[in-house]
């Protein structure tokens, strides 16, 4: 028997005028960002929905199963459930032209019931979203998510970790502006 879904997160968008802190974990932590295809799926859906939706993107990191980011934006719910949409169909049809069978079983497994419209389940459900209501929260939001990766041992500087917008905030260009 297959897991259903434990509920719905408590956390909620509630004012489009504020950015809002971000995490949305891949399906049973599975590393599919390992893959740089994947990550490549990831950047130009993120880069989609800020110049088709004017999003704003204040920081993000992909990690290897999951991302953050802070944004901001009108119906910013709508617009993520959007781009986590896009992004699991695009991901499964990479997996599929690459025959990557072994991951496909993975995130068949790790679907939950509720999901009926789909094989397969990329992302967990949720955002988390956490609303940044000062400078100070922000300066903490973009430190935490730079220092993600070195913090998981990845790297020892956060300008070394590529999926990241730390060089944007160091004035060198980064994979999204």
């Known amino acids: 028997m297959k897991r259903a879904n434990k509920g719905r997160s408590r956390y909620k968008f509630h004012e489009d005028h504020y950015p809002y802190f971000i995490t949305s ?84 497994a790790g679907k939950l019931d509720n999901h009926k419209d789909s094989e397969f389940q990329v992302w967990q459900e949720g955002f988390h979203p956490k609303q940044v209501s000062t400078q100070k929260i922000m300066r903490q939001k973009i430190n935490y998510i730079h220092y993600n990766p070195v913090k998981s041992g990845f790297v020892s500087s956060p300008l070394y970790w590529r999926y990241s917008s730390a060089l944007n905030y160091e004035g060198e260009e980064g994979l999204i502006s």
């Not at 893959?35 to 929905?49: F, G, N």
């Not at 802070?70 to 896009?86: H, P």
């Open 25 to 108: 974990s891949t399906v049973e932590w599975y590393p599919l960002f390992m893959d740089t295809k994947i990550c490549e799926i990831i950047l130009d859906a993120l880069k989609y929905v800020q110049e088709e939706h004017d999003i704003t993107l204040y920081g993000y990191v992909i990690m290897p199963n999951h991302i953050h980011m802070v944004v901001e934006g009108k119906a910013l719910s709508a617009r993520l459930r959007a781009f986590k949409s896009y992004t699991a169909r695009s991901i499964i049809n990479y997996l599929k032209a690459n025959k990557k069978t072994r991951t496909l079983d993975q995130l068949k």
